[in-house]
């Protein structure tokens, strides 16, 4: 097992990234399995953090949130966090003190806040990953963790909570100055109680835990990726993202690279895509993981897979003849007219990886060329954008007018956070502080100002709440005839979908809240506002579920682990009742078997599309093929 890997061996926590679909799991899997045979002594745990995790299709086990040993490798533990669970018990540790501190801090009662857990939190799936891999080093469980992260966006949104947590805690401690000051004030003296004991302890975890993420020495996130020029820019992106953050990157592993040019195609788009990934690499180590024949599925497969992998050896390009470019035959069935059956909303997803972006480029061409009296909109709300890529253009914020009638745009959400900010968080902040024209100076010192600390962070989960609110605007305005939503991997799209339901509980509680404290608080204009999203939130929700108005339409390829999730993703969204039709089976093959079942949907098959073509000459034959 000499194969460079070895370089890892001083580590206790390897994190695994990148973008969807290239491989995170499989090579996270490989890595837990090799630290499993090398050190046999020691405890190693294998966990995703990623809301649909593929461990279990990978390792062909049962994963849950119990830790359970592989049996051929007794001392590897696999785990998936259950994030609502883990909630469950940071309430019963730190619930009733943290009640505590939040009624000292603001206007309510104790008792208020009892509901608050029991909320659809945003971003809870990161926090508790967060603070778990935290615990796990704090009370020494394990010897060494590796962790399979959801895709890089997300990723970059866990890394962000450390910040999140510091202001958190900062505010809890003016929360805690503002009592002891009340506490001297009135009493002549303070005692420290049981809140201070906890301030003291969570500030020491959350330094230890930051030390932990930021410790080279210890700690890498190790990045995984595909030699094709959209995971090229969005490797580029992450491991800009991780210097700024000072998370130690520790190498890169490119997936699924083929060792001649058996398919000249493929090969020949590789091999320069390569050296463009030793430049971003900058001297960090660089491991080439060989395209295998099948899945590895399995730890038997995965062993093998292990002495497979080694350092890059830098060797000249072999020169690879020009073929002529093959376009791809149409396979019938195809996509129906979506404007002419009346669809307002479009939402294309599916595990990464699978062709979600370039699928929606070519449903948004398509269109916009059938109906050219006609205004279509594409939209990522993914927090790694891909669109721009898709069209090889800078997309941004503002739509970007591609054709006549044809716009792309990549939410900012900072941008929208900015204004959700000034619409409502403020305010809010400024009410939970109790603060008032009349408030005592012991009040505008303290509280206030906690409450706007933490607004003034990007709230955990985020991207997903302000997503929405971006569809809702788009959805009320009226400008387009269709938007077709590019969306984030399986995990957080649900975690999106879910969103109409979460906010409009938070904003239900707020209004009890007003209720019962309203002759204090005032305000009623601001409980108007919140009303009037609270009925905003609401009429998206039924745009949403409207199987007149909006579908899904699910992307997938060919594969037993893709299509595993493709499979629960489907019925996650039978359950929450979201319309869909089709599945567009990518990167189809006339000789492949297709092994799933999908009750009621309309297979639409994508061949496979020539790699060495312009963007957008792919984009539009990916349009001539499912129209």
Not at 57 to 80: F, H, K, W
Not at 345 to 364: F, S, W
Not at 572 to 583: K, M, P, T
Not at 592 to 618: H, K, W, Y
Request: glycine share 6%; with cysteine.
């Amino acid at each position: 097992m000499t194969n460079g890997m070895e370089l890892f061996d001083n580590l206790h926590l390897a994190m695994f990234s990148g973008k969807g679909g290239v491989g995170k799991t499989t090579i996270s899997c490989t890595f837990a399995c090799r630290w499993a045979q090398k050190f046999v002594n020691e405890q190693i745990l294998l966990i995703s953090t990623d809301p649909a995790h593929s461990l279990g299709d990978v390792l062909q086990v049962s994963v849950d949130d119990i830790p359970r040993p592989i049996a051929e490798l007794p001392n590897l533990g696999v785990r998936a966090l259950d994030a609502k669970l883990l909630l469950q018990k940071f309430k019963e540790r730190y619930g009733q003190v943290l009640e505590l501190l939040v009624e000292r801090g603001s206007f309510v009662e104790g008792e208020d806040l009892h509901p608050v857990w029991d909320l659809n939190w945003p971003g809870l799936d990161e926090l508790m990953g967060l603070l778990e891999i935290q615990r796990l080093f704090n009370e020494q469980q394990v010897d060494r963790v590796v962790v399979d992260m959801a895709p890089s966006g997300h990723t970059l949104n866990l890394f962000g909570l450390m910040d999140f947590l510091d202001t958190f805690l900062h505010s809890l401690e003016l929360f805690q100055e503002k009592h002891r000051y009340i506490s001297k004030t009135f009493a002549g003296s303070y005692t420290p109680d049981r809140a201070d004991e906890f301030l003291q302890t969570l500030k020491a975890e959350l330094s230890q835990g930051r030390r932990l993420l930021q410790d080279p020495t210890h700690t890498a996130c190790l990045l995984v990726a595909i030699a094709e020029p959209m995971s090229w820019l969005e490797s580029k992106r992450f491991l800009e993202a991780l210097q700024t953050m000072q998370v130690p990157c520790g190498g890169l592993f490119v997936n699924q690279v083929l060792a001649s040019a058996t398919d000249p195609d493929r090969y020949q788009e590789q091999q320069p895509l390569i050296s463009q990934y030793t430049a971003l690499a900058n001297g960090k180590p660089m491991f080439i993981v060989p395209q295998q024949d099948e899945e590895p599925l399995g730890i038997l497969a995965l062993k093998h897979l292990i002495n497979q992998i080694h350092v890059l050896q830098l060797e000249p390009l072999s020169p690879v003849r020009s073929l002529p470019i093959q376009w791809p035959e149409k396979i019938p069935p195809s996509f129906g007219d979506f404007l002419t059956q009346g669809r307002r909303l479009l939402l294309i997803g599916g595990k990464g990886g699978v062709g979600k972006t370039t699928v929606a480029a070519a449903i948004g061409w398509a269109m916009a060329q059938q109906h050219p009296d006609r205004k279509i909109r594409m939209v990522s709300i993914d927090p790694a954008h891909s669109l721009g890529d898709a069209f090889s253009l800078s997309l941004g914020h503002e739509p970007y007018q591609i054709t006549a009638n044809l716009r792309g745009q990549e939410v900012d959400s900072d941008r929208i956070l900015d204004r959700f900010r000034a619409d409502y968080l403020w305010e809010l902040a400024e009410m939970m502080s109790g603060e008032t024209q009349t408030s005592e100076v012991i009040e505008m010192a303290y509280a206030p100002v906690a409450w706007r600390k933490i607004v003034e962070q990007a709230l955990p989960g985020i991207d997903e709440m302000l997503s929405l609110l971006t569809v809702m605007e788009l959805l009320e305005q009226q400008e387009e005839d269709l938007i077709i939503l590019d969306t984030a991997p399986t995990g957080h799209l649900l975690r999106f979908l879910e969103m109409p339901t979460a906010l409009a509980d938070w904003l239900a509680w707020i209004f009890k809240l007003w209720i019962k404290y309203q002759n204090v608080l005032g305000r009623t204009e601001f409980m108007g506002r919140l009303r009037t999203l609270r009925q905003r939130v609401v009429k998206a929700q039924k745009v949403l579920k409207d199987p007149q108005q909006a579908e899904f339409i699910g992307v997938t390829l060919n594969q037993a682990s893709v299509l595993a999730e493709q499979q629960r993703l489907f019925k996650s969204l039978q359950e929450i009742g979201v319309s869909q039709n089709y599945l567009v089976l990518n990167r189809f093959t006339s000789t492949a078997t297709i092994n799933c079942d999908f009750p009621g949907l309309t297979m639409v098959r994508l061949p496979m599309l020539p790699r060495s073509v312009q963007p957008l000459e792919r984009i539009q034959a990916a349009a001539g093929c499912l129209f």
